[in-house]
């Protein structure tokens, strides 16, 4: 089978012709229709992600058909369309995962190949309303998505709707929780550095935005929103950390939530204590989720019928040059491998 490997740190990716996995007991095969990138598979490139182990076939999201069943999985899943959960052997304990948890693509082989074989557990059926190419799309980031605003920072789905602010839109999981959160009704503005990038949003719904590469953004932005100096987000959900999260603080509402699962822009600084604590605010890491999680966005996903933002589809050969569009930031939505067998 064609698939993409990557045997060094700082190195290209390869285009090679490995074995087809066989299904060991309790595993399925998937013949791959399409698989999406993440910003962890160009960090893996570069050496920046933790416990590296080479060489290994990248990806951690895809949406194929089951082409095999291993001993002891019911024969029907054969010929069945599935997604795959990427987060894997969680552990018994909800609120945070276990030694043996794993995300699928290195150290395992993942979804950039023509087939992957993976426990049963992990697989789901694709919603109807998805081509593979959308499907593909929201695992990895819709899942840190839905565990950031649902879970961690528990974002009300009934009564008076809730103020959230996504920052960095053009992000994986960003996009996500702006689908989601306008979904349960919330009010959501949105920070890129992009000013394309917010009329996107706002297309897709948001009540506006504001771009954080202008100095006094956070200003502009409660001048807009009328929130001033009290603040006026209940809800904050962010990848970027670094200087600019001392800045969350300033507008989050008093009560206000504010989740986190990515460092994109480094080490967070400048946070003034009594800022935080005379506003009670809280501060909530996250990562991944859990499976129940996991089954719980794909029936929102199902429910609210909502589709992936793509932003290009290219064939799996294209890889590296996929990588490198990630590795820009000038993509808008996901970026999805069709994988033609
Ligand atoms: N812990 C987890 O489970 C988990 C899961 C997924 C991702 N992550 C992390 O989350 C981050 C985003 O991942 P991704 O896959 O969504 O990556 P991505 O699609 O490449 O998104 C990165 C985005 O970061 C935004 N950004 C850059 N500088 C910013 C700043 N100063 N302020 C606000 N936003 C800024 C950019 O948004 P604009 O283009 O709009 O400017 C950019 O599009 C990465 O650090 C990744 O490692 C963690």
């Not at 959960?85 to 995300?103: E, L, T």
């Not at 694709?126 to 593909?136: D, N, T, Y």
């Not at 394309?196 to 001048?223: F, H, Q, S």
């Amino acid at each position: 089978m064609k698939a993409i490997l990557l045997t060094a740190k700082n190195q290209p990716v390869q285009l090679i012709d490995a074995s087809v996995p066989v299904a060991g007991p309790g595993e399925v095969l998937i013949k791959l229709e399409a698989a999406s990138l993440n910003h962890r598979d160009v960090y893996i490139q570069q050496g920046l992600y933790p416990g590296i182990k080479l060489p290994a076939i990248l990806g951690s999201d895809g949406a194929g058909v089951v082409a095999e069943v291993g001993e002891g999985v019911d024969v029907a899943w054969r010929g069945q369309a599935v997604v795959i959960n990427p987060a894997m052997y969680w552990g018994p304990n909800p609120k945070f995962y276990g030694s043996d948890f794993r995300i699928l693509g290195m150290p395992d082989n993942g979804t950039f190949a023509e087939y992957v074989a993976v426990d049963k557990t992990y697989i789901h059926h694709k919603p109807a309303h998805l081509s593979f190419e959308q499907a593909a799309a929201f695992p990895l980031a819709g899942l840190t998505a839905w565990r950031a605003l649902m879970t961690r920072a528990a974002l009300h789905t009934s009564g008076t709707p809730e103020k959230v602010l996504i920052t960095g839109i053009g992000g994986g999981a960003a996009l996500f929780a702006l689908q989601f959160a306008l979904a349960a009704g919330a009010e959501v503005w949105v920070t890129s550095g992009s000013d394309e990038k917010l009329v996107r949003a706002k297309e897709l719904g948001a009540t506006g935005g504001i771009n954080y590469r202008e100095p006094e953004w956070a200003k502009t932005l409660m001048d807009q929103t009328g929130g001033g100096r009290a603040g006026y987000f209940d809800v904050i959900i962010d990848s970027a950390g670094g200087p600019g999260f001392a800045k969350l603080i300033d507008v989050a509402a008093s009560g206000g939530r504010i989740a986190f699962f990515g460092g994109t822009t480094g080490t967070i600084t400048d946070i003034i204590p009594p800022k935080v604590f005379f506003k009670q605010l809280s501060i909530f890491g996250s990562t991944m989720g859990t499976e129940t999680e996991f089954t719980d966005m794909l029936s929102f996903i199902t429910d609210k019928q909502i589709v992936p933002v793509l932003d290009e589809i290219l064939p799996l050969i294209e890889i590296e040059q996929a990588m490198q569009k990630m590795n820009t930031g000038k993509q808008f939505g996901k970026i999805v491998l069709k994988i033609i067998n």
